[in-house]
């Protein structure tokens, strides 16, 4: 059972008696804006706006990035009941009849304002009040600003142009806020200033578990940095990389590799398990709690549709890998991924997992039918676990969900989750960062230890990938390269497509896939070559395509767009 340090925790509303004589009451009381400005009321503020991390719901806006980041890029399918349920989601993955009035984007859009409207409000009333009253002041401002940076890029990778709002601007002057004021470039600009000041002014170690502290700061920035470093023409298109930029991640991503405060976990698994979260890895994460006092804890709503249809969980098969993620874990007799052929033969039974080579990832990141589910080699998943095998395949996603006798599972019926936490940043990805960064630059013999670190540690990770005979459930088959031993000469185009691959596999379904090819410029080529095979396996995805120029990013949500008497400029191609 898990209680948090600091609760992302909103405002409780009491539950009214069954009538409409309380309309007729007048208020006992009322606080003035002056009486919140005390240093206990702005504490309180500041873990408002925390809570915007963890304030979630998988029908409307969902924090967590599966739905936007693996339906979009060809890592799994919607799952559930059929396309019509959850059908926004439906449109999500294929794209063709996406539409600005998409109730679950305006959600989004509204549920990421809010946040940047909480750490407005508490910015707002930390500016007001003396060091001398509020000894935690300055660092308590860096929180904020790290917190509003954060849900400013996620709605920059989502929506690309959005308004920047600080807290000079009333709540209510919001929406008089254009976001075309910043160009893309200059919008990146303004994020990058965010994390440079919380990485100047946070500590290294902070007061509470789930705090920002010096290093998310860091981390953060170089991942904006990086992001930004891709530059993008109006129509979407990579137009070239800035190398001042790649090199400043190179030196912020030194300084965390060097600082000695994060290293790999032993064990892939330990980064997927409530037992060993906020672990050596884990350098921001959402942290969720239950038995904290309130109704059902501050739960992943995230992953709540995620889990299989059978007696012990009950619902509902959403986030199904796709057989080509699936394929994307093939290795060759040498241990290194198959990158020209790994889709014209596919891998589903137990069975295959032992006849083909493989990278033992893929068991700790989809349920296969007739092998162990979650580590228990007791517990074996099965087809009909699923919610339509027949249409959505029949595997599932394993990273975000738990094993229903763990502490940290709870039933809100019909549905369920649990209080582990969801990584935002890890260590292994940093070290891509930087990987990624100096392939760039032309420095790809610097990147290979780095990459070779991750996949060493990818090789030794099969301990608990074992059936209730104790033998693995796959042929396990992972290797560093070896230029010119195991792998051609490491070029930059061949250490590019390394580094590119083992971003897929390292982060398999948990969101983060497009919004990477959207940074290299290979949405569209990519996506469509997808389709092109994955239609030919499932039906509903027919008529499936991406439109270049067009679906890099979400429209601006129409409702936004009227809400702000049409100030807001609609994305390229919508």
């Not at 790994?342 to 069975?351: L, M, R």
Request: hydrophobic residues 40%; aromatic residues 12%; charged residues 25%.
């Amino acid at each position: 059972m898990k209680t948090k340090n600091i609760f992302y925790s909103g405002i409780l509303l009491a539950i009214l008696p069954a009538c409409d004589s309380f309309l007729d009451e007048n208020p006992k009381g009322s606080l003035s804006d002056s009486q919140l400005n005390t240093s206990e009321n702005i504490e309180k503020m500041v873990i408002a706006a925390y809570s915007g991390l963890g304030n979630d719901n998988y029908s409307s806006g969902s924090n967590a990035p599966w739905p936007y980041g693996d339906l979009r890029s060809g890592d799994a399918y919607k799952g559930g009941a059929g396309t019509g349920d959850m059908g926004d989601l439906h449109l999500v993955e294929s794209y063709v009849y996406m539409r600005d009035d998409v109730g679950y984007l305006d959600s989004k859009w509204y549920r990421q304002y809010v946040a940047i409207s909480r750490a407005n409000n508490a910015l707002g009333r930390l500016n007001q009040i003396s060091d001398a009253e509020f000894p935690d002041k300055s660092k308590r401002i860096a929180e904020m600003r790290f917190l509003r940076a954060h849900f400013l890029f996620e709605l920059k990778i989502l929506f690309k142009q959005i308004p920047f709002i600080d807290e000079t601007v009333p709540a209510e002057d919001y929406i008089t806020v254009s976001n075309d004021v910043y160009s893309s470039l200059e919008m990146w600009e303004k994020i990058i200033e965010e994390f440079r000041f919380a990485a100047a002014g946070l500590p290294e170690d902070n007061d509470a578990l789930g705090r920002a502290n010096r290093w998310m700061a860091k981390a953060y920035l170089a991942k904006t940095l990086l992001y930004a470093a891709y530059e993008q023409n109006e129509r979407h298109e990579v137009t070239g990389i800035n190398t001042a930029k790649l090199n400043e991640v190179v030196a912020v991503t030194d300084e965390i590799i060097s600082s000695g405060k994060f290293s790999l976990a032993e064990d892939f698994a330990d980064n997927f398990l409530c037992e060993t979260e906020n672990g050596p890895e884990s350098v921001f994460a959402v942290q969720h709690s239950r038995n904290d006092a309130t109704l059902h804890g501050r739960l992943d709503w995230g992953a709540m549709l995620n889990y299989p249809m059978n007696g012990a969980y009950g619902c509902c098969g959403f986030h199904s890998p796709s057989q080509n993620l699936v394929n994307a874990f093939k290795t060759d007799a040498s241990g290194l991924p198959m990158f020209a052929d790994f889709n014209e033969e596919s891998i589903s039974a137990p069975g295959d997992l032992l006849s083909h080579s493989i990278d033992p990832r893929l068991n700790h990141s989809v349920a296969i039918p007739g092998l162990p589910y979650k580590y228990d080699p007791e517990f074996i998943f099965q087809e009909d676990w699923t919610r339509q095998p027949e249409v959505y395949g029949p595997y599932m996603s394993l990273k975000e969900v738990v094993l229903p006798d763990c502490p940290c599972f709870e039933k809100v019926n019909p549905f369920m989750s649990s209080s582990k936490n969801r990584d935002i940043i890890r260590y292994d990805d940093v070290m891509l960062w930087q990987a990624e960064a100096l392939i760039e630059l032309g420095r790809q013999d610097e990147a290979l230890a780095l990459i070779n670190a991750i996949r060493r540690r990818a090789a030794g990770s099969t301990a608990k990938l074992v059936d209730v005979q104790g033998d693995f459930t796959g042929k396990f088959n992972v290797d560093v390269y070896k230029p010119g031993e195991n792998c051609p000469a490491w070029t930059q185009a061949f250490a590019r497509e390394a580094l590119r691959w083992e971003r897929r596999l390292e982060f398999a379904l948990e969101g983060f896939r497009f919004f990477d090819l959207v940074r290299w410029g290979i949405a569209a080529e990519y996506v469509n070559g997808y389709f092109d095979v994955e239609r030919t396996r499932h039906t509903y995805l027919a008529e499936a395509r991406f439109t270049k120029s067009r679906d890099e990013y979400f429209p601006i949500p129409k409702q936004q767009i009227n809400f702000s008497r049409k100030l807001y400029a609609q994305n390229y191609g919508w």
